[in-house]
Each structure stands twice: as C-alpha cells, then as structure tokens.
C-alpha cells in the first residue's frame, strides 16, 4: 500500500513539473511595452543604437550635480 502511494505521488509530481515545464517553453507573445515619456526610442542598427547610448552615458556623467549645503 505504501508503494502504491509512493508511485502515484512520484507520478503525479512528475505530471506537474512536466505541465509547468511546457507552459514555461512556450511563452507568450511579449506584449509592446509603452515608452516612457521623456525616453527616446531606439531605432535604426545595432551600431547606431549603442553610439546613442554612448552619448546619452556621456551625458549624464557630464550632466552637473547639485551641491548639498553644508551647515
């Protein structure tokens, strides 16, 4: 009798893990993400979208930052 349940619980866990195994691979269609107001979207070729997030890393290492007051 314990070997039955053993096997049933054996089986039944492995028809879960397999059920969640094939819900995992076959995804979903991703959704389109809204953009952010203020963020420029990213268009053209790979290389002219890594010189845009150059200048915009430059950017903002340049951009000035407000001192805090010392009291």
Do not use: C, N
Not at 34 to 46: H, Q, R, Y
């Amino acid at each position: 009798m314990k070997a039955i349940f053993s096997i049933v619980g054996l089986v039944m866990a492995v028809a879960i893990v397999g059920l969640l195994a094939k819900k995992q691979l076959t995804g979903t269609p991703p959704a389109a993400a809204p953009t952010v107001s203020g963020a420029p979207a990213l268009g053209g070729s790979p290389q002219q979208q890594v010189q845009q997030f150059k200048a915009a890393a430059e950017a903002a290492v340049q951009a000035p930052r407000a001192m805090p007051d010392d009291k």
